[in-house]
């Protein structure tokens, strides 16, 4: 299995779990110019952008650690955008992260970190 395929079914993974948890998915993969947001999903009144990152090993660090302030900058950037785009911009809005590590071909550990960091 290639990165592009464990991370396509790390998304499809968190996306059903996020489901499972009540959540509503309103968008899977928006881009826009500088990166793209994986899911944008709602919880109640709250949109809540969520950063994915699946880990097959620890040997570069857990998946959260890949949430770096740099990535997490560009998250509040795009997020920024999708709510400009989406006219959406009095919003409550969250920072998810879900990390996933593929134990079998049909099994992960997956961690869900509601408010994983804020916009400064």
């Known amino acids: 299995m290639d990165r592009a ?3 396509r079914r790390g998304e ?4 059903s779990y996020l489901e499972r948890c009540g959540m509503t998915v309103v968008e899977r993969n928006w881009r826009a110019k500088n990166g793209e947001i994986d ?4 919880d109640g009144d709250t949109l809540v ?3 994915v990152k699946t880990r097959r ?4 660090g857990t998946p959260e650690e890949a949430v770096t302030p740099t990535k997490q900058r560009r998250l509040v950037r795009l997020a920024e955008a999708y709510l400009a785009h989406t006219g959406l911009t ?11 590590r593929p ?9 869900h970190h ?3 960091f804020v916009s400064q």
């Open 114 to 116: 509601r408010s994983a």
């Open 103 to 111: 134990v079998a071909d049909d099994r992960a550990l997956l961690r």
């Open 49 to 51: 952008v969520v950063e």
């Open 57 to 60: 090993t620890q040997s570069r």
């Open 39 to 42: 899911i944008v999903a709602l």
């Open 12 to 15: 499809d993974a968190a996306a």
């Open 5 to 7: 395929e464990i991370a």
């Open 90 to 100: 009095e919003q409550a809005l969250r920072f998810d992260v879900v990390a996933i």
